[in-house]
């Protein structure tokens, strides 16, 4: 089992930057596939970005694809979401998330651990 802490979230103008971190603890968080998800008001929770075990593989959202970056540190237990030239339509919770399965996957239901998110919040 696994719990997730996410932190960083907050104000910024749109443009801006912001690193969210998500801490895990247990021992096992290499054997996790690792995601990023937000959700904005009204709206249904979306994928964001995913980071295989050992970092290797990543894949994004078409929305995010060349600002956003997700990386990891198996030594720290620790998943970054790097966010740049955010825009307004990025505000949303903002949750990290931990799968036991292999490969990569947009679908909440496939994993199994979640965050109980950061808020980020962009001014225009």
């Known amino acids: 089992q696994v719990q997730l802490v996410e932190s960083g979230g907050g104000l910024v103008q749109a443009g801006g930057s912001l690193r969210l971190s998500c801490a895990a603890s247990?021992?096992?968080?290499?054997?996790?596939?690792m995601g990023w998800f937000r959700q904005a008001p009204g709206k249904e929770r979306e994928f964001v970005a995913a980071?295989?075990?050992?970092?290797?593989?990543?894949y994004y959202a078409d929305s995010v694809k060349g600002r956003f970056t997700i990386s990891r540190d198996n030594a720290k237990n620790t998943v970054y979401l790097q966010m740049n030239s955010l825009k307004p339509e990025d505000t949303a919770v903002y949750y990290c998330?931990?799968?036991?399965?292999?490969?990569?996957?947009?679908?909440?239901?496939?994993?199994?651990?979640w965050g109980q998110g950061t808020q980020v919040t962009v001014s225009s």
């Open positions: 247990g021992r096992t968080f290499s054997s996790y596939t």
């Open positions: 980071m295989s075990r050992r970092g290797g593989n990543t």
């Open positions: 998330a931990a799968g036991g399965m292999v490969g990569l996957t947009t679908t909440p239901s496939a994993y199994g651990y």
